[in-house]
T-cell receptor
């Protein structure tokens, strides 16, 4: 199955700033998925990123807050914009390759 | 959208005990996976099992798609089995849509 490299693994950020998370896949994939896991909670899908088109966002998530890039079939970024402490979460990317595989996650703390 | 319910929400066992975790889902699925999230937040895929039975060492899983449930069995538990176990499904619509996660079972194995 696909191998995903995600970075950074963790970061502590000041409120009002932005953080960009990167995911690199070792094979070409049509779609990449971004999830959020708030403290003590389950994973929630933020958006689906398809190369060559705008990302599709789930209810409750908007492009201005979570802009996504998908410049090619092996790479995607998620930006968390204008952060507040409520954005403190683990963010994970995922691809479908005979089942879904996940990156190792980015643990974000906003202070 | 599809609903995923996991039980029990919490489980505390002694090392060596066996356990059964359950996942109920509300609609037909293309994909069902069981994951283990370790204390560092990493999500490990245990089984890709939209139907049937699979075994991997001390772990096995069964999905009865017609009755919309899946079971994860852990035998001879070890302290390293501690963590959160998630069931996640992809509904049966066309294409890759991402996964819907249950709330998880938090398992603690005591020495």
């Amino acid at each position: 199955s696909a191998v995903i490299s995600q970075k950074p693994s963790r970061d502590i950020c000041q409120r009002g700033t932005s953080l960009t998370i990167q995911c690199q896949v070792d094979s070409q994939v049509t779609m990449m998925f971004w999830y959020r896991q708030q403290p003590g909670q389950s994973l929630t899908l933020i958006a689906t990123a398809n190369q060559g088109s705008e990302a599709t966002y789930e209810s409750g998530f908007v492009i201005d807050k979570f802009p996504i890039s998908r410049p090619n079939l092996t790479f995607s970024t998620l930006t968390v914009s204008n952060m507040s402490p409520e954005d403190s979460s683990i963010y994970l990317c995922s691809v479908e390759d005979n089942g879904y595989t996940f990156g190792s996650g980015t643990r974000l703390t906003v202070v | 959208g599809i609903q995923v319910e996991q039980s029990p929400p919490d489980l505390i066992l002694q090392e060596g005990a066996n356990s059964t975790l359950r996942c109920n889902f509300s609609d037909s699925v293309n994909n069902l996976q069981w994951f283990h999230q370790n204390p560092w937040g990493q999500l490990i895929n245990l089984f890709y099992i939209p139907s049937g039975t699979k075994q991997n060492g001390r772990l096995s899983a069964t999905t009865v798609a017609t009755e919309r449930y899946s079971l994860l069995y852990i035998s001879s538990s070890q302290t390293t089995d501690s963590g959160v176990y998630f069931c996640a499904v992809e509904d049966s619509g066309g294409g890759a849509d991402g996964l819907t996660f249950g709330k998880g079972t938090h398992l603690i194995i005591q020495p």
